[in-house]
């Protein structure tokens, strides 16, 4: 047996997501219900999880799923159960607004540094990325600045092995050093771009270049 609360905020998600295929927030859902705090939205997230109604989505945030609906709730709730029963393949997924990807360090807009690997995560609202697998990597230095790429923004960064000319790409240089730069092939040979009159041109024979992705947004905080 649900409580009248828990009831109420299942009948509030199963409804939002019928109707936009987005979850709703947990600010949404404490006005929705007239409670006092989030934190009693996720005391009644948590027991419907537990029971089996909902459930989280991993790797993105905001993102709940409806599992199942309460067996007594008369014909309009029938019409409900048929609709969140129905076999997955035909239910729209749940749109979401942020997704978390794998945040792997720093990344030299200058010189070439060391990328480091690390288990953090960054939240980036999922209009920023397209299809693909994605990562987040931190800007160190000022080489790109004139394509608006600064020191301590995160660049967005689509997985990718290959890229065409004048594509901004993360190289991997002789197997250990990462850098973001605009990538052009010239005769055998890979030159990587800065944008910044500061900065030289770097030029490598092709097999010392290995192409990891392509940028694909930046995010920026203000302090």
Same mark, same amino acid.
């Given at each position: 047996?649900?409580?009248?609360?828990?009831?109420?905020?299942?009948?509030?998600?199963?409804?939002?997501?019928?109707?936009?295929?987005?979850?709703?927030?947990f600010?949404?859902?404490?006005?929705?219900?007239? @409670?006092?705090? %989030?934190?009693?939205?996720?005391?009644? /997230?948590? *027991? #419907? $999880?537990?029971?089996?109604?909902?459930?989280?989505?991993?790797?993105?945030?905001?993102?709940?799923?409806?599992?199942?609906?309460?067996?007594?709730?008369?014909?309009?709730?029938?019409?409900?159960?048929a609709?969140?029963?129905?076999?997955?393949?035909?239910?729209?997924?749940?749109?979401?607004?942020?997704?978390?990807?794998? @945040?792997?360090? %720093?990344?030299?807009?200058?010189?070439? /540094?060391? *990328? #480091? $690997?690390?288990?953090r995560?960054?939240?980036?609202?999922a209009?920023?990325?397209?299809?693909?697998?994605?990562?987040?990597?931190?800007?160190?230095?000022?080489?790109?600045?004139?394509?608006?790429?600064?020191?301590?923004?995160?660049?967005?960064?689509?997985?990718?092995?290959?890229?065409?000319?004048?594509?901004?790409?993360?190289?991997?240089?002789?197997?250990?050093?990462?850098?973001?730069k605009?990538?052009?092939?010239?005769?055998?040979?890979?030159?990587?771009?800065?944008?910044?009159?500061?900065?030289?041109?770097?030029?490598?024979?092709?097999?010392?270049?290995?192409?990891?992705?392509?940028?694909?947004?930046?995010?920026?905080?203000?302090?």
């Amino acid at each position: 047996m649900l409580t009248a609360k828990q009831h109420e905020l299942l009948l509030f998600i199963h409804r939002r997501l019928e109707e936009s295929g987005i979850s709703p927030s947990f600010e949404e859902m404490k006005e929705a219900l007239d @409670l006092k705090s %989030k934190s009693g939205v996720h005391r009644l /997230i948590s *027991a #419907l $999880e537990e029971r089996g109604f909902i459930r989280r989505l991993a790797n993105r945030a905001r993102a709940l799923e409806v599992v199942k609906m309460p067996e007594n709730m008369g014909a309009k709730g029938a019409e409900a159960v048929a609709k969140v029963t129905t076999p997955p393949a035909q239910r729209p997924e749940p749109a979401n607004d942020v997704i978390e990807i794998p @945040l792997h360090g %720093k990344i030299a807009a200058g010189l070439p /540094i060391e *990328a #480091l $690997e690390s288990d953090r995560s960054l939240p980036v609202p999922a209009a920023l990325l397209g299809p693909g697998d994605h990562y987040a990597l931190e800007v160190s230095g000022d080489s790109m600045i004139e394509a608006g790429i600064f020191d301590g923004d995160f660049a967005l960064v689509k997985k990718a092995d290959t890229a065409r000319d004048g594509d901004i790409v993360v190289a991997l240089v002789n197997g250990e050093e990462a850098t973001l730069k605009y990538l052009y092939h010239d005769g055998g040979r890979i030159r990587l771009d800065p944008a910044n009159g500061s900065y030289s041109p770097q030029v490598y024979d092709e097999r010392q270049v290995q192409v990891q992705g392509k940028l694909a947004g930046l995010l920026r905080r203000y302090h």
